[in-house]
């Protein structure tokens, strides 16, 4: 059936360095593709957003980029910093009123300084 | 502060018990949600109100019992649960259009069945 994976569930960094967290999904059908971050003991947190018809998006020290060949989501984190700290999450939507979002397992990020 | 406003925050009840969790959205969204999350799982998707109508149960025992009076308000009734039922229940809400349907999430409930 349908999912979205996580390619690793740990991830440690040390400060200033980048970071680089990679999920893969199943339904080729998906068109848009969120990442969260979840801190402990709060809800998850929007990040960013990409759709389908777009292979790349930038925000603030953040960047999702979209490979549908091979179904891979990544997000890329500049310069790392403590409070990047959490738990990240990526989301598909899976149906077309686009409203099942289905998250991934979660990376947690560890930052040192 | 997210819009997203949960109650009770921490809740411990009994398996015989019944009690309820409130959920309030603050900002003007059309569609909302109610997630579980389990620790070493995924956020799993348990209702999806658009409109006020349920559209989406993903087979969620009938001890969940979610309820929609508006589209800024959500409750999910508890009857009888199972200690396994002990999870953080999210609530979130969206504006769901062509351009997207970005989900916006409370802080959650921690419910502990004992």
């Known amino acids: 059936g349908e999912s979205v994976g996580l390619h690793l569930p740990t991830l440690s960094v040390q400060e200033g360095d980048n970071s680089i967290i990679n999920c893969a999904y199943s339904?080729?059908?998906?068109?848009?593709f969120i990442w969260y971050k979840q801190e402990s003991g709060k809800g998850p947190q929007f990040i960013i957003d990409i759709r389908s018809n777009m292979d790349k998006r930038q925000g603030q020290r953040v960047t999702v980029l979209l490979n549908k060949t091979v179904k891979h989501l990544s997000l890329q984190i500049a310069a790392t910093q403590p409070g990047d700290s959490a738990v990240y999450f990526c989301a598909e939507i899976l149906n077309q009123a686009g409203t099942a979002l289905i998250f991934g397992k979660g990376t947690t990020l560890s930052v040192s300084s | 502060e997210t819009g997203v406003t949960q109650t009770p925050r921490h809740l411990v009840m009994g398996m015989t018990n019944k009690k309820s969790l409130k959920c309030e959205q603050h900002?003007?969204?059309?569609?909302m949600y109610w997630y579980k999350q389990s620790a070493k799982k995924p956020l799993e998707l348990m209702f999806v109100?658009?409109?006020?109508?349920?559209?989406e149960n993903n087979s969620v025992p009938s001890r969940f019992s979610p309820e929609c009076p508006n589209s800024s308000h959500l409750f999910l009734h508890l009857h009888t649960l199972q200690p396994e039922d002990s999870a953080l229940y999210l609530c979130a809400s969206s504006q769901v259009s062509d351009s997207g349907n970005t989900i916006y999430f409370g802080e959650g409930s921690w419910l502990t069945v004992v």
């Open positions: 339904n080729s059908a998906s068109d848009y």
């Open positions: 109100y658009n409109f006020k109508e349920q559209t």
């Open positions: 900002l003007g969204h059309n569609a």
